[in-house]
């Protein structure tokens, strides 16, 4: 995607938003795709797929910021204003072309918080209480990366980590942690659920993979 594209959509968010579709009520821009694509396989490595209440959810922010915050899911949706179309990419093999994702760009709100000049790192820690990934300040901060709210215009699925996932298109999308609740910058970096098995931390996407590739 070019940057002149995601500009122009977040201009227009920025404008829909203006007129107040940002709220809990109707924070989806009108003008996503509505039908959301079937992902070949919803992953939960902890087992189960966590049920939020949207009224008690809180996303944590902590560690080496200079604004610690908590967010409420009507916080989370009014910052929510940026687009990305981007093919999804398991490392498993599958993709999903074209998906509609709106979220908040990370860049914007690592800003809100606030890192300090020894955050190296930052992680992001699933409401399942078990999966937990990260990323460097620079991947964090690279265009695309966003805390995704809605798919094709409409909240998240409750297995799609609903009511906050990240997005990472650059990478495979163990990256992109779903039913995130707890955002912590440090100087360290927590071990990855898949990088605990030998996935790579930096699991940039191979153009042009395939599984003759292995042989
Ligand atoms: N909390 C959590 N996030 C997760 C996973 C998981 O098991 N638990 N699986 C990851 C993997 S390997 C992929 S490919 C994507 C899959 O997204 P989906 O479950 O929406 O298809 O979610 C990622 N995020
Ligand atoms: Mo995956």
Redesign the pocket.
């Known amino acids: 995607m070019s940057i002149n594209r995601r500009e122009f959509l977040r201009a227009a968010g920025d404008l829909i938003l203006a007129t107040g579709a940002g709220s809990l009520a109707y924070p989806a821009l009108a003008w996503a795709d509505t039908k959301i694509p079937v992902?070949p396989?919803?992953?939960?490595?902890?087992g189960f797929y966590p049920k939020i209440n949207p009224d008690t959810y809180r996303l944590e922010t902590a560690g080496l910021i200079n604004k610690p915050q908590i967010f409420t899911l009507p916080e989370l949706y009014q910052l929510s204003k940026d687009r990305e179309i981007e093919t999804f990419h398991?490392v498993t093999g599958w993709i999903v072309n074209n998906v509609h994702w709106q979220g908040i760009a990370l860049s914007h709100f690592l800003e809100q918080i606030q890192p300090q000049a020894s955050a190296r790192y930052v992680a992001f820690y699933?409401a399942?209480g078990v999966?937990v990934d990260s990323l460097s300040m620079d991947q964090a901060r690279a265009p695309g990366v966003i805390l995704a709210t809605h798919i094709s215009g409409q909240p998240l699925l409750r297995?799609?980590?609903y009511p906050l996932r990240l997005l990472v298109p650059q990478m495979y999308?163990?990256k992109?942690?779903?039913?995130v609740n707890k955002i912590v910058l440090d100087s360290t970096r927590p071990q990855g659920t898949?990088e605990k098995d030998g996935y790579a931390n930096n699991a940039y996407i191979k153009k042009g993979f395939s599984f003759m590739d292995l042989l």
């Open positions: 992902f396989e919803y992953y939960t490595y902890a398991c699933s399942d999966y297995k799609g980590g999308g163990y992109s942690v779903k039913w898949w």
